[in-house]
């Protein structure tokens, strides 16, 4: 039987680990869990299962490959890494890793937190570009001249990075003008034909990232 | 010279990775940076050695130790693990230190999300304390008869797992009433020797567990 992904019908914490799937040409399950319109926002479809699925800590994304049932993106990240050798090969690599798979993560739920749930959403706007611009540039040194992360190898954590930080370039593009290293890791992401077949097969979609109730990502835009 | 750890003087991300030190009894220099009173909350103790410290993402808390120079709290000590073989042995202990990480971390912030400037604490907290039962309750059956959370050999994820846990466990004490793995597996971390030497030496403070700004837990309560 096939692995099952199974995650909101969006991108948000899942895209990453879709894409590592696709890259390896596992075939697996993409299950969609749909969330209903507003105002209600139903997302009755996963609560029934919730409870159904032998999970320790039930939630989205989880992943099920027979005896395997995960929850928490990192933890499925991490494991498919181990499972497919997108790890690093030593301690340097790994800390290199795992440096970035933290501020990778901070920069999604930096934005996370500005598009849900924030009364303030139009003055935290404003200072969360600022920031932005300075989080990029880190990242910019960090990744200098190296193709990815670890330095040559492809790792686990070059899929959560593209996604964190296509996030926040579909969010702010300015934030990335001048970011040479991290605009070509973004492309030489795309670029990799797994990716890139994926990406245009119909299957893809940008939008949306968010939930429907994030004052910004929310939408399928055009 | 000793490896220094970095962090304002509370326990917020950093206490885990002072326990695990203690527990190695490692001398490191416990480097604590001040944050002045309200209404200003001044940090520029910290502010102005951050861009001194050769960084690569520079935040608090950091790791320096000769060439390792480390920032987040989570690579720090998942680094300390590896370094000092608090990790798992094989591939399904892995698997469930990883997934109890991100369970911890999730309940931390949890915590963390609802005291820190947020207009809405007091309705949020209410919310909270509903919540907090079920989220004990799982970790509970997790740990069932485990002695740590891979089983019998204590790792990172166990030092990360007791901050989560107390924070949450002083802030509301009733979600734990009947959470017998829980309380007891608190009570075997407190026992372990270098532990319970610390935690009676004078240097360890229970609280403030987070900044002075905190609607709760900002304070050095008797």
């Given amino acids: 039987m096939a692995p099952v992904l199974a995650y909101w019908d969006v991108r948000g914490l899942a895209s990453n680990i879709r894409n590592l799937l696709h890259y390896k040409e596992v075939e697996f399950e993409d299950k969609l869990y749909k969330i209903g319109p507003a105002p209600d926002y139903d997302t009755s479809e996963w609560i029934s299962a919730?409870?159904?699925l032998g999970l320790d800590f039930p939630n989205l994304?989880?992943?099920i490959d027979g005896d395997v049932k995960l929850s928490q993106s990192t933890a499925i990240l991490r494991y498919l890494g181990r499972k497919y050798d997108l790890v690093g090969d030593n301690e340097a690599q790994t800390q290199r890793?795992?440096?970035a798979e933290q501020q990778a993560i901070d920069?999604?739920?930096g934005l996370a937190r500005l598009v849900y749930f924030n009364a303030n959403y139009e003055k935290d706007r404003e200072e969360y570009v600022k920031k932005l611009t300075t989080l990029v540039e880190q990242m910019d040194r960090f990744i200098g001249s190296n193709q990815w992360i670890a330095g040559d190898k492809l790792t686990y954590v070059d899929f959560l990075l593209y996604d964190c930080l296509d996030f926040n370039r579909?969010?702010?593009a300015s934030a990335f003008q001048g970011a040479d290293?991290?605009?070509n890791y973004l492309t030489r992401f795309e670029n990799i034909p797994q990716i890139k077949a994926y990406m245009s097969s119909g299957k893809y979609n940008k939008f949306?990232?968010?939930g429907p109730i994030a004052v910004w990502g929310g939408q399928k835009e055009a």
């Fill in 181 to 183: 290293n991290v605009n």
């Fill in 170 to 172: 579909l969010f702010d």
């Fill in 61 to 63: 994304p989880y992943y």
């Fill in 97 to 99: 890793i795992e440096l």
């Fill in 208 to 210: 949306p990232i968010f």
């Fill in 50 to 52: 919730k409870p159904t």
């Fill in 107 to 109: 920069l999604r739920l």
